[in-house]
């Protein structure tokens, strides 16, 4: 199994992008986007359980991000409207080990801890006027 993530590229402040990240083989698990920015450490965004049902998110960007799936396509996507600055990071997709309602997932571990079976090579975003 595979992720290929695409969609990055650069936005000014209040624009928009649209992350996707492409599944090779089955894939009806919970899935994430994580990301993180240079010199600091992973950030969980945003995740979506295996049915597109249930969605959460990083507090600081409800309201701006939607995370959704289209199982028929083994895709899932990253609507993000209203970039600010300090969204600028390498996006990941990752596939948890856990269900994301499971105690033992846990929002802060880096992708190659015990919470991430696989995840992609990354999407750059760059928000800057």
């Known amino acids: 199994v595979q992720l290929v993530e695409s969609g990055g590229g650069m936005a000014q402040p209040g624009g928009s992008l649209t992350l996707s990240c492409t599944v090779s083989?089955?894939?009806?698990?919970?899935m994430t986007w994580v990301r993180q920015a240079p010199g600091k450490g992973p950030e969980w965004v945003s995740g979506i359980d295996r049915n597109g049902d249930v969605t959460y998110y990083l507090e600081s960007v409800k309201g701006r991000f939607t995370i959704s799936r289209d199982n028929a396509k083994n895709t899932v996507y990253l609507q993000m409207n209203d970039l600010k600055p300090e969204d600028t990071a390498l996006y990941y997709c990752?596939?948890?080990?856990?269900?994301?309602?499971?105690?033992?997932?846990?929002?802060?571990?880096?992708?190659?801890?015990?919470?991430?079976?696989?995840w992609g090579q990354g999407t750059q975003v760059t928000v800057s006027s």
């Open positions: 083989g089955f894939n009806r698990y919970d």
């Open positions: 990752a596939r948890p080990k856990y269900k994301l309602n499971s105690p033992y997932f846990d929002r802060r571990a880096p992708l190659d801890g015990d919470n991430y079976d696989i």
